[in-house]
């Protein structure tokens, strides 16, 4: 079964700082995606961003940044300019595929982020 | 666009009862999928609808099932409640099959008591 680990509990950033979040993952698999959720305190999760694993390139969207490292099974989101905003649960991802098909969605235990002013 | 629609938000229900909980998608959206979180387990995969077919079913038992209705409208059930059921349900929805790219509700929030 695929596992996903977050090993950061809680972390914080001062506002305008970077910030990266850990998240590594357990598969035999070779294709696969990999997500970054958020879940501000109103419970919405929202997709932060996402990373096809056939794909070499890291993922971007604005601030957000991913470092992709298959052979390792990590997959670390990174944070620039942290603003207030920012502050929630983020939770890392996976979804394995199979002929015809895709897999469950596994989650990590989510890693809790406060931005200091 | 309406976004992803749970109802209801909040819940309460004594124990031994039974439940369903509704999420209609985003207009379009053809793939519903539902999870259950609670501060113990997580978040947890529960069921994925697509075209009204069951594509997926996480780790729960028989007492919760689900369907998916002609116009993508997704119900779950939860029949013989148990303390250990409240959590928030959440739903997602999805253009296409594979929900690579989801979009959530709010959430209910059941209470068990």
């Known amino acids: 079964a695929q596992t996903v680990t977050q090993s950061q509990p809680e972390m914080s950033v001062q506002e305008a700082e970077t910030v990266t979040l850990s998240c590594t993952y357990d598969?035999?698999?070779?294709?696969?995606?990999l997500f970054w959720y958020k879940q501000p305190p109103s419970r919405q999760m929202i997709l932060v961003i996402r990373q096809e694993a056939y794909k070499q390139q890291n993922a971007t969207e604005n601030r957000f940044s991913v470092n992709f490292q298959k052979a390792a099974k990590s997959f670390s989101l990174k944070i620039s300019d942290s603003q207030l905003g920012d502050a929630a649960m983020y939770f890392c991802a996976y979804r394995g595929t199979f002929s015809g098909g895709y897999q469950k969605v596994t989650f990590g235990t989510g890693t809790k982020l406060q931005v200091i002013p | 666009k309406a976004g992803v629609t749970q109802t209801p938000r909040y819940l309460i229900k004594t124990r031994g009862q039974q439940v369903t909980l509704s999420c209609s998608p985003i207009s379009g959206h053809r793939s519903v999928s539902w999870y259950q979180q609670t501060p113990g387990q997580g978040l947890q995969f529960l069921f994925e609808?697509?075209?009204?077919?069951?594509?997926n079913k996480g780790n729960f038992p028989g007492r919760f099932s689900g369907r998916q209705f002609s116009n993508s409208r997704s119900e779950m059930n939860v029949s013989t409640l148990e303390l250990g059921d409240s959590a928030l349900y959440l739903c997602a929805s999805s253009p296409y099959e594979g929900n690579t790219e989801a979009f959530f509700g709010q959430g209910t929030r059941l209470t068990v008591v």
């Open positions: 598969t035999s698999e070779s294709d696969y995606y």
């Open positions: 609808y697509f075209s009204e077919t069951q594509r």
